[in-house]
């Protein structure tokens, strides 16, 4: 009904950049808040940053300054343009949508992309 796929992740040096995009499709009429999460070896999977429909954005102290979130609500569509990145970005990425309309009156929750690798050396 739902699927997030993402694509961009990669191996990149330190200080390099890349820029992920995780494309929702299926029966959509509209998606609320879209984010992205990374989880590296043995840790939990923890938030990078979210934007809502209306713009609005969150990132993690982390990644604050370095990552840029936007969506394209036309595609349903999100990105993560991640610039100075560090070895301890390292992770796989995963897109997240919280909540999409998929009828009148129909919803599902929490959807979530298969992942993204994204390694940074150094």
């Known amino acids: 009904q739902v699927q997030l796929v993402e694509s961009g992740g990669g191996l990149v040096q330190a200080g390099g950049s890349l820029r992920l995009s995780c494309a929702a499709s299926?029966?959509?009429?509209?998606?609320?808040?879209m984010g992205w999460f990374r989880q590296a070896p043995g840790k939990q999977r923890e938030l990078v940053a979210t934007i809502a429909s209306d713009g609005s954005t969150n990132y993690a102290d982390s990644v604050k300054d370095r990552f840029t979130i936007s969506r394209d609500n036309a595609k349903n569509t999100v990105y993560l343009q991640m610039n100075s990145l560090k070895p301890e970005d390292t992770a796989v990425y995963y897109c997240?949508?919280?909540?999409?309309?998929?009828?009148?009156?129909?919803?599902?929750?929490?959807?979530w992309g298969q992942g993204a690798q994204v390694t940074v050396s150094s």
């Open positions: 997240n949508a919280d909540k999409v309309r998929v009828g009148v009156i129909q919803y599902k929750r929490d959807c």
């Open positions: 299926g029966t959509i009429f509209s998606i609320n808040t």
